[in-house]
């Protein structure tokens, strides 16, 4: 039985060791691509001292315990991403929209109210997407968010409606976070 157990922390700090290594790769290639972009230059010359410089960067950023899960989230569902910006846009217009009839014609319900609810979302990074994706969508304000509960401000009905545990903004985060 121990041995299971020993042999599983080994298996855990290998992991953990490649997951830092990738992540180190990754601020690496992407401070490389940033230097190449900036630069406009392509002599040898520049290229190796953009190579040198970015390597350098990120071993600062490796020794300052900068690269990281939450500092650089690679784990997160890429291509997830990719779904959810274009949805998160065209619900930012459709919410604006509503909310701008609201404010024309003041005769439609505005029912202001505070929605409470257990977010699904396992990391803080999900979390932190969750509740910037509410406070991004006009009508709707994320006041406190933590992982047991979102407390969250809602214009009208329809707003609070679109709110909690399982709806499509949970469901669609939680993919991106890589747990749904």
Known sequence: MDTSRNNRRVIDTRLDAVRQHARAAS?????????????????????????????AVTAFAVRMG??????????????????????LVKEVVKSAWQVACVIVRPSLPIAPRIVHFTPSQRSDVGLVIHANSITLT???????????????????????????????????????????
Do not use: K, N
């Open 27 to 55: 601020v690496w290639l992407i401070l490389v691509v940033f230097w190449l972009l900036l630069s406009g230059l392509y002599t040898p010359f520049l290229i190796g001292v953009g190579l040198a410089a970015a390597l």
């Open 138 to 180: 006009p009508g709707t304000v994320c006041i406190e968010a933590s992982r047991h509960e979102l407390v969250v401000h809602a214009l009208t009905h329809q707003a609070a409606a679109g709110l909690g545990a399982g709806s499509e903004m949970d469901r669609r985060v939680c993919r991106v976070e890589g747990t749904g």
């Open 66 to 87: 900068l690269v990281d899960e939450e500092g650089h989230p690679i784990h997160l569902g890429l291509l997830a991403f990719f779904w959810y910006w274009p949805w």
